[in-house]
Nanobody
Framework: QVQLVESGGGLVQPGGSLRLSCTAS????????MQWYRQAPGKQRELVAS???????NYSDSVKGRFTISRTNANNTAYLQMNSLKPEDTAVYYC????????????????WGQGTQVTVAS
């Protein structure tokens, strides 16, 4: 099996910064795309940023220019650097990974982390 563990959430003032981490562990052959989603109370989960195994990135319009996604393939970790945070960025942030498992290299499986709370408030 594969587990994703997120860390780095917390309370920050508007204009502040946070860095989220997501580390995948388990029977991993390769990780394709890694993504960060968020879900605010009463709203649907939305895609915030994604990164391919080759490093190509994409961002939602709401975070473009403020957030940066990166990854370290050697330790199966993705990061989300969040700058100039706004109250509307408050949400639970989830990591998602498209994983090819060792011994099952014929397909990829999607895995979610447990989520980490980010609260932007003064």
């Amino acid at each position: 099996q594969v587990q994703l563990v997120e860390s780095g959430g917390g309370l920050v003032q508007p204009g502040g910064s946070l860095r989220l981490s997501c580390t995948a562990s388990g029977s991993i052959f390769r990780i394709n795309a890694m993504q960060w989603y968020r879900q605010a109370p009463g709203k649907q989960r939305e895609l915030v940023a994604s990164i391919t195994s080759g490093g190509t990135t994409n961002y939602s319009d709401s975070v473009k220019g403020r957030f940066t996604i990166s990854r370290t393939n050697a330790n199966n970790t993705a990061y989300l650097q969040m700058n100039s945070l706004k109250p509307e960025d408050t949400a639970v942030y989830y990591c998602y990974a498209d994983v090819v498992r060792r011994g099952r290299e014929f397909r990829a499986y999607g895995y979610w982390g447990q989520g980490t709370q980010v609260t932007v408030a003064s």
